[in-house]
């Protein structure tokens, strides 16, 4: 089943951990990852995403796609505040003046909260899994939670819109930024 | 599970079958890494890294193609949306060569964004082929 997934941690050093660990249970094919990524929840309520900053159109769509899929993983609750939250992060790489509000970012940090606490950081991935026990007893071992939706089911969603390219800001291979890399 | 069937899979042709498919996956995931890189640099991309990634991409997509041959339906189909993808990526990087400026930049950007789709589709074979492994030792 193809499945898109939130392991949320205190510690982003626990997500970087966790990231690893999806990676090696891909080698071992237990599953197959099509991509991940890592982001962060800062005190502001911001969400920040670790990208080699390559392009600024790639970059607010790296943004939005985050925000979407973070309030599509909360489920339909979520939705709202997911584009709106994607704003936000758009804002916060600086790619479009218009995105940076002080009131999107507060209805994003208010409904997807619940998701991403201040201070917390996830590894957010595509997966297919034939059972979710490998990825689930991972990452509760590494003391993290999981969110899970199937990715048919988002894309079922009434708000489901392809302006938020989920699959298009995943790194399809393990990426660590330098400030994570041991 | 995937890695149950990988344990009991036949040896012979079938293992290595899907080794290619893997090795096939980890040339277009280092391709979709170095195009990347490259598109990342501060100084910008130079016209020798462009031909270096050109001729990468070369060397993957005659792999992909090679690999399309032994595999069945929905394997082969995922495997020849990302040799499009591939040839697409292809194009972009040899347009990059003839460019300069921001244009070059579009091109390399554009290139990127057919590996990863390239890389995306040569999961979901991956998957599919685990999936069916699997669906076998059950």
Same mark, same amino acid.
């Given at each position: 089943m193809r499945n898109y997934i939130a392991a949320v941690f205190d510690d982003s050093r626990k997500a970087y951990e966790a990231l690893h660990q999806l990676w090696e249970l891909d080698g071992s094919g237990d599953i197959t990852v099509h991509g991940t990524g890592v982001v962060h929840r800062d005190e502001l309520g911001l969400i920040q995403v670790d990208t080699k900053e390559t392009h600024p159109v790639l970059g607010t769509a790296i943004g939005v796609g985050v925000g979407a899929l973070l309030g599509a993983l909360a489920g339909p609750v979520g939705a709202a505040g997911g584009a709106g939250i994607g704003a936000a992060t758009g804002g916060t790489l600086g790619m479009i003046a218009d995105l940076d509000r002080a009131d999107t970012r507060q209805e994003a940090a208010d409904e997807t909260g619940f998701v991403l606490g201040v201070g917390q950081s996830a590894v957010i991935a595509d997966v297919s899994e034939d059972w979710t026990t490998p990825i689930d007893s991972r990452i509760h071992k590494l003391g993290g939670k999981v969110y899970r939706r199937p990715r048919s089911d988002i894309r079922d969603d &009434?708000? !489901?819109? *392809? &302006? /938020? *390219? $989920?699959? /298009? $800001?995943? !790194? *399809?291979y393990e990426y660590v930024p330098p400030p994570y890399a041991c | 599970m995937a890695q149950q069937a990988t344990a009991s899979a036949k040896p012979g042709n079938e293992a290595k079958v899907k080794d290619a498919i893997e090795h096939l996956r980890s040339a277009t995931q280092d391709l979709h890494k170095s195009i990347s890189d490259a598109a990342a640099k501060r100084s910008g991309v130079t016209k020798a890294d462009v031909a270096a990634l050109a001729e990468k991409t070369k060397s993957v997509v005659r792999s992909a193609k090679a690999t399309i041959d032994t595999q069945k339906g929905n394997v082969a189909k995922h495997l020849t949306d990302a040799v499009k993808h591939l040839e697409a990526t292809q194009a972009n990087l040899s347009d990059s060569l003839k460019a300069t400026g921001t244009t070059l930049d579009t091109s390399v950007k554009k290139g990127l964004m057919e590996a990863r789709a390239s890389a995306q589709k040569i999961s979901e074979a991956v998957a599919e082929k685990r999936a069916a492994n699997s669906a076998k030792t059950k």
């Open positions: &009434a708000w !489901y819109s *392809p &302006a /938020y *390219p $989920y699959g /298009y $800001y995943l !790194y *399809p | -």
